[in-house]
């Protein structure tokens, strides 16, 4: 048997794929052209080869991306879906915005709380939100990145940035980076993000055998705290609302079920990926107290992707002095969650739409 190649290695090696140059979707009367854009580096893993497809009709923002700095081997699949989802976090912010990404879950985001806060800063508390978990992610902004904010993605290991606009001296600093991936992205304000806007259908998974599932977009009704239904005796302060209308648009993009802990507008705590959703809070709770912000859960907020099916989890919230929650409601015992809520002087808040992101 001959000796196997190194598995550190194949990490930066592009595996050569044979997939086509073209395809074409029909979706009833319509016929989509898509076109090789780039051999990825690999797939999921690197055994598996992978190519990049961008569809004929625009606006595109992922699919006509213009990389300004490959880094050694190119995107992976798992670097371009994290640039990806990182763009549909920060697309919601009108103000400057900041998502670090692994693994498709944000380990932490962070929007601007006014004048005051440079992107540098943004940056900072995003990525120290869960500084352990933003080694090796991918960094996306909503606005120009300029030099600071490039010094300090620079502090530690981050596989890519992609923002709309980068300043020169900006990219100068990141050439310094060997395996760094700069990437450029157009047309943010030009994709759909709340219900009512025009849809695109969406190819979310492909099954064992080759079926696919088609699906509209996850968009929302939710465009700021006039849209929150408040349910509770226990009523949100002004910056508990905007908190968890921050919170919500995170949250949209966690793994279900999940679950996003924040304050200031910037995430303490993610938790994604779970079977139930008091072990998401739990999880999100813990890991906040774990990477540093136990003293900053005093006054936060949380947002869960479903309803609270028991009181357990607004329990345990009342537990670290989280003030406010946001959830879509629907749940046989809302009644007793609401009253939960009220005897621990936490107030909640429904959007009447659940945001569960599966794939």
């Given at each position: 048997?001959?000796?196997?190649?190194?598995?550190?290695?194949?990490?930066?090696?592009?595996?050569?794929?044979?997939?086509?140059?073209?395809?074409?979707?029909?979706?009833?009367?319509?016929?989509?052209?898509?076109?090789?854009?780039?051999?990825?580096?690999?797939?999921?893993?690197?055994?598996?080869?992978?190519?990049?497809?961008?569809?004929?009709?625009?606006?595109?923002?992922?699919?006509?991306?213009?990389?300004?700095?490959?880094?050694?081997?190119?995107?992976?699949?798992?670097?371009?879906?994290?640039?990806?989802?990182?763009?549909?976090?920060?697309?919601?912010?009108?103000?400057?915005?900041?998502?670090?990404?692994?693994?498709?879950?944000?380990?932490?985001?962070?929007?601007?709380?006014?004048?005051?806060?440079?992107?540098?800063?943004?940056?900072?508390?995003?990525?120290?939100?869960?500084?352990?978990?933003?080694?090796?992610?991918?960094?996306?902004?909503?606005?120009?990145?300029?030099?600071?904010?490039?010094?300090?993605?620079?502090?530690?290991?981050?596989?890519?940035?992609?923002?709309?606009?980068?300043?020169?001296?900006?990219?100068?600093?990141?050439?310094?980076?060997?395996?760094?991936?700069?990437?450029?992205?157009?047309?943010?304000?030009?994709?759909?993000?709340?219900?009512?806007?025009?849809?695109?259908?969406?190819?979310?998974?492909?099954?064992?055998?080759?079926?696919?599932?088609?699906?509209?977009?996850?968009?929302?009704?939710?465009?700021?705290?006039?849209?929150?239904?408040?349910?509770?005796?226990?009523?949100?302060?002004?910056?508990?609302?905007?908190?968890?209308?921050?919170?919500?648009?995170v949250c949209m993009n966690v793994r279900s079920n999940g679950v996003v802990l924040s304050k200031g507008r910037a995430t303490l705590g993610v938790g994604t990926g779970q079977q139930d959703r008091v072990t998401a809070v739990r999880l999100a709770l813990e890991k906040a107290v774990a990477r540093g912000?136990?003293?900053?859960?005093?006054?936060?907020?949380?947002?869960?992707?479903?309803?609270?099916?028991?009181?357990?989890?607004?329990?345990?919230?009342?537990?670290?002095?989280?003030?406010?929650?946001?959830?879509?409601?629907?749940?046989?015992?809302?009644?007793s969650v609401r009253e939960a809520c009220d005897e621990h002087g936490i107030a909640m808040v429904f959007t009447d739409e659940r945001c569960f992101r599966h794939f």
């Amino acid at each position: 048997m001959s000796k196997p190649k190194s598995l550190r290695k194949s990490y930066r090696a592009r595996l050569e794929e044979g997939f086509p140059e073209t395809m074409k979707l029909i979706i009833g009367d319509e016929e989509i052209e898509y076109t090789k854009s780039m051999s990825l580096r690999y797939g999921e893993n690197p055994h598996q080869p992978a190519a990049f497809y961008s569809p004929s009709r625009g606006p595109l923002t992922t699919g006509a991306m213009e990389i300004l700095k490959t880094g050694k081997g190119g995107l992976s699949q798992t670097n371009l879906e994290d640039v990806n989802n990182s763009m549909n976090i920060v697309r919601y912010f009108e103000s400057p915005a900041c998502a670090v990404m692994k693994h498709l879950n944000p380990s932490g985001v962070a929007a601007s709380r006014g004048p005051g806060d440079s992107l540098r800063d943004i940056y900072a508390r995003a990525r120290d939100s869960d500084s352990l978990a933003a080694f090796g992610s991918v960094v996306g902004f909503n606005t120009s990145v300029d030099e600071g904010t490039a010094d300090e993605i620079l502090a530690s290991y981050v596989e890519g940035v992609v923002a709309p606009a980068y300043d020169d001296e900006a990219l100068e600093l990141f050439e310094g980076k060997k395996d760094l991936r700069v990437i450029r992205v157009e047309n943010l304000g030009k994709m759909s993000r709340f219900i009512g806007e025009p849809l695109r259908p969406v190819m979310v998974s492909m099954q064992m055998d080759g079926s696919i599932v088609l699906t509209a977009p996850m968009l929302t009704k939710i465009r700021g705290p006039d849209d929150l239904r408040v349910v509770t005796e226990t009523k949100p302060t002004d910056e508990q609302l905007a908190d968890l209308v921050f919170s919500w648009y995170v949250c949209m993009n966690v793994r279900s079920n999940g679950v996003v802990l924040s304050k200031g507008r910037a995430t303490l705590g993610v938790g994604t990926g779970q079977q139930d959703r008091v072990t998401a809070v739990r999880l999100a709770l813990e890991k906040a107290v774990a990477r540093g912000h136990g003293d900053e859960l005093p006054g936060s907020v949380l947002a869960s992707d479903g309803f609270f099916p028991f009181k357990d989890s607004v329990d345990l919230l009342a537990e670290y002095g989280v003030t406010a929650c946001i959830q879509p409601g629907g749940s046989i015992r809302d009644k007793s969650v609401r009253e939960a809520c009220d005897e621990h002087g936490i107030a909640m808040v429904f959007t009447d739409e659940r945001c569960f992101r599966h794939f």
